[in-house]
Every structure is written in structure tokens, then in C-alpha cells.
């Protein structure tokens, strides 16, 4: 029988750290001050849950406290570590992280992050803009491209965080140019704007095995965020099943456990291809970025809703 009733607040974060004192002031992230009042808030508003609770809610229709809450953590962040773990172990909540496998593994950059850094070392974005158009403009013979004018009509659609500006630098190099192109974009960008020491920004920014393996002893739960952050729906159906088996190689290294395995869908990417390859490999549940209370229901353990942090008061 499905538990249809019972709903939770899930929270998404990012970056959270001591933005404004940070190398990177114009980072879009939550200050930590401001992440401390957010989870005081938390505490004295809502009742935390874990994910096992989560999991034995949707599928075996046990209750959970009402004004449920948990927070999730994505992309591996050291900050993670440094910032919101302590703030966990002090108030005794168990937070959910997916860290992408190929950021620890390889301790590489990688392109999504790139392009947050490019953003955060850039005021001007019309000069990334035109850089940008140039480089479509030298390639576009080689590469069949369209014109860099249609681009910007197709993909410049501001969201509730990003202006229209941001949103085309961040489409056109995440997914709409072909794949070789666009990380030498992001090398060329990232190598002028931000660092051409990739090797020690990597192990700056993300969390190492030593800090994941401290974390999980404090009872916080690691998940899948795939292997290399890749927009799902934009694979092939061998591309898919690559990216999600080596994220599982990955995610059986950091767990012991190879049960109550949850997705946390890469920029909020997924659809049905995605869902059967998810549940073919023995995942129980996937995280949108859809906006709204999860429904903790087997029909909907695939499609659970987040808030964005922003979204509750800090």
C-alpha cells in the first residue's frame, strides 16, 4: 500500500561558506552566518528526518513526525566539510550529500564548476558573451554550428536566480555546443578568468575520501550525484548507463551498504529513460529541482521535490 498522505520539506544547498571574506565574493552561495540562523530556524520549526526515514516512509508507509524536514548538499563541496558538518554534528541532524565521482576521483575541476568560478571572476558578462560568440564564429565550420545570434535567442531565458545573460553562458557551455568544443571553451575561460593550477583548485574545492569517510561515521548519508555531472537526458542510452554505473563504483567505495541508494538528478535533469536505467541499477529514489513539498509515495519516489535554500528565511 502507498503512503499518499505523508509530505516533507527537502532542502537543496550549494556552496556555503563565508562568502563575502571568501577568494570568490560574487560565488552564488549561502553565507555561513546565514546558513547558522537557517538551521536554528529549522530546529525550532520543523522535525528532522534521515534518509532511511525517508526511504521506510515511501515504501513501507511508516509515518514520520509531521513538518518534516531534510537537507540535502550537492557537488562534493569542501565547504561541506568545513562549514556545514559541524553545524550537523552540533544539532545532531544527519544531512544528505552527492558529491559527483569523477571531482574526488580524479580530482579534477569540473565543467559546471568551472563556469560558476568563470561567473564569480567575471563583472562583466558581455565580454564573456562576446567571447563566447567568437569562438562559435571560428568553429563553426569544423563543428556545423548554428549561428551564435540563435543561440542566445534559444537558451537567454532568465530563471528566478539568473538573468538571461547567465543563464545563455551557462546553457551554451554545459550541454548546446558539442561536448570536445565546449571544454575547450571552459579550459580557455577558466585558465584566463579564474586558475591554471586546475590540480590544486580541485583539491581546494571538493571533499577528499579521508573527509567523506569522517563524515559517514558521524551518521551523515552519502548518495549518487552521478559520476561527472553530466545533463542525463542529453546521453545516449550507452552514455547513460556508463555514467551511472561508474558513479556507482564510486558510491560503493565511500558506502558499505549497497542498499537505499538515492539519485540526486544533476542539474535537476531526468525523464522516464532515466527513471527505468535508475531503478535497472537498484537506486530506490532521485531529487528534482522542482519546487514544492516531496510526496513520499512509491509512484513519486523518482520525482521528489526540493526547495531551494533561498527559499526559507536565513
Known amino acids: 500500500m502507498e503512503n499518499t498522505n505523508n509530505t516533507c520539506k527537502i532542502v537543496m544547498y550549494h556552496y556555503v561558506r563565508p562568502v563575502k ?3 570568490y565574493p560574487h560565488i552564488k552561495g549561502l553565507e555561513l552566518d546565514g546558513f547558522i540562523r537557517q538551521i536554528r530556524y529549522f530546529k525550532d520549526n520543523f522535525n528532522f528526518i534521515t534518509a532511511k526515514q525517508l ?31 559541524p553545524m550537523l554534528k552540533k544539532f545532531e541532524i544527519q544531512g544528505l550529500f552527492f558529491p559527483p565521482a569523477k571531482a574526488i576521483e580524479e580530482c579534477q575541476v569540473l565543467d559546471v564548476h568551472k563556469i560558476h568560478f ?15 560568440f567568437h569562438l562559435i564564429n571560428m568553429h563553426k565550420d569544423e563543428y556545423d554550428l548554428d549561428a551564435p545570434e540563435s543561440y542566445f535567442a534559444k537558451l537567454a531565458i532568465p530563471n528566478r536566480f539568473d538573468t538571461k545573460e547567465v543563464i545563455f553562458i551557462k546553457r551554451i557551455l554545459q550541454r548546446e555546443l558539442p561536448n570536445k568544443l565546449r571544454g575547450e571553451i571552459i579550459y580557455s575561460l577558466f585558465k584566463e578568468f579564474v586558475t591554471s593550477d586546475q ?3 580541485s583539491k581546494e574545492l571538493y571533499l577528499s575520501f579521508e573527509e567523506i569517510e569522517q563524515m559517514k561515521q558521524s551518521g551523515m548519508y552519502f548518495g549518487s550525484h552521478g559520476y561527472s555531472h553530466e545533463w542525463l537526458t542529453y546521453l545516449s542510452s550507452n552514455e547513460l548507463k556508463l555514467e551511472i554505473e ?5 558510491y560503493y567505495k565511500i558506502n558499505q551498504e549497497k542498499t537505499d541508494m538515492i539519485m540526486c538528478y544533476p542539474y535537476g535533469d ?12 537498484g537506486f530506490r529514489a532521485g531529487f528534482t529541482t522542482e519546487i514544492g513539498d516531496a510526496n513520499l509515495s512509491i509512484s513519486n519516489a523518482f520525482l521528489l521535490k526540493r526547495y531551494d535554500a533561498n527559499d526559507f528565511m536565513q
Do not use: M, R
Open 21 to 23: 571574506e571568501s577568494k
Open 55 to 85: 526511504l521506510d516512509s515511501i515504501y513501507d508507509n511508516i509515518p514520520i513526525p509531521k513538518n518534516a524536514i531534510l537537507l540535502t548538499f550537492d557537488d562534493g563541496f569542501k565547504d561541506h566539510y568545513l562549514h556545514v558538518f
Open 118 to 132: 568563470i561567473l564569480a571572476s567575471c563583472d562583466n558578462k558581455q565580454k564573456l558573451i562576446d567571447k563566447i
Open 199 to 201: 590540480k590544486s583548485f
Open 246 to 250: 561508474n558513479s556507482l563504483n564510486f
Open 270 to 281: 531526468y525523464n522516464n529513460s532515466v527513471i527505468q536505467e535508475l531503478k535497472a541499477h
